[in-house]
């Protein structure tokens, strides 16, 4: 009888299958992790398009006053960033020839994994040009 017991606690039979629940396990909350990080990688794609799309339409009109371009752009990808400019002004939001535009987009973004909480992040995407535009 104690060798009987001594040879089933020394089998190895079944643990194969307790390997294969622990890595699908772990392969389960990777996915997991992925899903819930992905879409934030999709909107600073987002951000990063928004601030060159805005820029280059500053660069062709020759002025920061590129309203209507930005609702287009907030309509499209459904942000709502905070701008800030930084031109080298002529007069009023006028940028000169060759004057430098840059332009600096923030975006808060909430990662949530499940019920274990919010964690609020910032993106912050940069974009910057020279100005196509020469005013007598």
Do not use: H
């Amino acid at each position: 009888m104690k060798n009987r017991i001594r040879d089933v606690c020394a089998s190895r039979r079944g643990e194969g299958y307790i390997d294969t629940a622990v890595g699908v396990f772990c392969l389960m909350l990777v996915v997991a992790l992925a899903m819930v990080l992905f879409p934030v990688f999709m909107k600073k794609q987002q951000l990063d398009s928004f601030a060159d799309e805005i820029v280059r339409q500053a660069e062709i009109v020759g002025s920061t006053d590129v309203s209507g371009r930005i609702a287009q752009m907030k309509q499209k990808t459904g942000l709502d960033p905070q701008i800030q400019w930084e031109c080298d002004y002529y007069s009023g939001n006028r940028v000169q020839l060759n004057g430098d535009i840059q332009v600096t987009l923030t975006q808060r973004v909430d990662i949530r994994f499940f019920t274990f909480g919010s964690f609020p992040i910032e993106l912050k995407a940069r974009a910057s040009g020279k100005s196509e535009v020469y005013y007598k």
